[in-house]
């Protein structure tokens, strides 16, 4: 029989990844376009298109097709139901159905943090898991949470939407990306971080990230005004803990909050793994004894449950893309067991 094969694709905010995965998640005819999802529906839809003809070229047998979406993202309908302006005209989008009719295969779609779960249950560290939690931090912190296999949705398909759960509510003045304030991906995720790190420098704390001490405070937030943004990375906060007053704040308030987050998940679900992705845990040297660290104020016994079940993501970028395939392969499966 000539060997299938499922098309997985991960739609990101800057690029567009694709892949073909055979049965037992062999990745191969490996895409990437950028997918201009920032200009709208039109233009991603016109970079799907394109990356699915790339994967349609290989004159392979694809059976599937699959996709992690950012946003609401209705699994049962194909239906992107809400997203938030930074894909304009997202919301609504039928993708399921566009997918099916570019690929001519059955599709599923999800949301992306959601196919990242899925993608480490099936090929990464939570391979075996009861139930397993997967936190994604990026520009953002996503989140999903597999059990016994299957991807929890809730009837909204808003469940397990960890980072837009509020941990504080004051002491932020920079606003999610949901429009709230005080969520747990405000303070955890990288980007947010870097986003409160320019906010501070801004009303006036001195940082190395700006200039100081070679530039005074005043000379820093002249930067702003003048345009001439500071670029730096958390990995330069990471260098800069032990001399730097803000960076050192923007990191413990990022494990502080992790902390308090995985201890309060582990109690509403009682995961048995959780793993961490995003490129943040590639320095997971310096991350993990801060988070240990923090996590030991909630724990009353000495030796730490919970350390035992975190685990650092060993596949990268490519958790979105075994997940997707995931998604494709049970949907394959569920329509042949229906019409056998
Ligand atoms: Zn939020």
């Not at 191969?28 to 799907?48: M, N, V």
């Not at 953002?140 to 299957?150: A, D, Q, R, T, Y």
């Not at 990191?251 to 902390?259: E, H, N, R, T, V």
Request: a negative charge; proline letters at 4%.
């Amino acid at each position: 029989m000539e060997k299938e094969y499922v098309i997985a694709i991960d739609i990101g905010g800057t690029n567009l990844k694709a892949d073909l995965v055979d049965r037992e998640g062999n990745i191969s005819d490996f895409s990437y376009t950028p997918s201009h999802a920032s200009e709208g529906r039109e233009a991603l839809l016109t970079s799907l298109k394109k990356i699915i003809s790339l994967q349609m070229e290989c004159g392979k047998k694809i059976v599937g097709i699959a996709a992690g979406s950012p946003g609401t993202v209705n699994n049962a309908t194909g239906v992107i139901d809400y997203m938030q302006a930074h894909i304009p005209n997202w919301t609504g989008t039928r993708l399921g159905e566009f997918l099916s009719i570019e690929a001519g295969v059955p599709s599923q779609i999800d949301n992306d943090a959601n196919v990242i779960a899925l993608g480490e249950y099936w090929k990464g560290g939570g391979q075996g898991a009861k139930c397993l939690l997967a936190l994604a931090l990026g520009t953002g912190l996503g989140s999903g949470l597999v059990v016994e296999g299957k991807v929890m949705h809730g009837p909204f398909f808003n469940a397990v939407e960890v980072g837009h759960t509020i941990v504080c509510t004051d002491g932020t003045n920079v606003p999610c990306s949901c429009g709230n304030f005080g969520c747990a991906e405000s303070f955890i995720s990288p980007g947010k971080m870097i986003s409160r790190a320019h906010h501070s420098m801004q009303v006036g704390l001195p940082s190395v990230l700006g200039g100081y001490p070679k530039l005074t405070i005043s000379q820093i937030q002249d930067r702003y005004k003048n345009n001439d943004v500071p670029e730096f990375t958390v990995k330069d906060m990471v260098d800069h803990y032990n001399d730097d007053f803000l960076c050192k704040r923007l990191i413990d308030d990022s494990m502080k909050y992790l902390a308090l987050l995985i201890y309060n998940l582990s109690k509403c679900y009682d995961p048995d793994v959780i793993t961490l992705g995003g490129g943040m845990f590639k320095s997971a040297d310096f991350f993990m004894p801060l988070l240990y660290g923090q996590l030991a104020r909630y724990y009353v016994s000495p030796d730490l449950p919970v350390k035992y079940k975190i685990k650092i993501s060993e596949l990268g970028d490519l958790a979105g893309i075994y997940g997707a395939a995931k998604l494709a392969w049970d949907h394959v499966d569920a329509l042949r067991a229906k019409n056998a």
